[in-house]
């Protein structure tokens, strides 16, 4: 079972940028398509964006998020990371990362959920 450790989420103004971090464990992780998921209060958890397994050459995203957000990994330091620009205060949400699998043009979480860690969007 592969453990996942969010970071890098905090408090930001409208219009502003972060880039959230996900370390995994195992020696595993090249082989696992990771994601993004992202919960906001009151509202059911939803997917945000996701890599394919290897380099990467698959991503896909949340229409809300396309043009604003980029996945991306670093297989040396088993670490997927989720760069926000342009960030809105609806984007306020704690966001989780988890292993997914890609099947055709969608993709399903496989895996359990880190810890998350909450990203605040101040207007």
């Known amino acids: 079972q592969v453990q996942l450790v969010e970071s890098g989420g905090g408090l930001v103004q409208a219009g502003g940028s972060l880039r959230l971090s996900c370390a995994a464990s195992?020696?595993?992780?090249?082989?696992?398509?990771m994601g993004w998921y992202r919960q906001a209060p009151g509202k059911q958890r939803e997917p945000v964006a996701a890599?394919?397994?290897?380099?990467?050459?698959?991503?896909d995203y949340a229409d809300s998020v396309k043009g604003r957000f980029t996945i991306s990994r670093d297989n040396a330091k088993n670490t997927v990371y989720l760069q926000m620009n342009s960030l809105k205060p609806e984007d306020t949400a704690v966001y989780y990362c988890?292993?997914?699998?890609?099947?055709?043009?969608?993709?399903?979480?496989?895996?359990?959920w880190g810890q998350g860690t909450q990203v605040t969007v101040s207007s």
């Open positions: 195992g020696s595993s992780f090249s082989i696992n398509a």
């Open positions: 988890t292993v997914v699998q890609f099947i055709r043009t969608s993709w399903l979480r496989i895996g359990s």
């Open positions: 890599i394919s397994s290897g380099s990467g050459t698959i991503t």
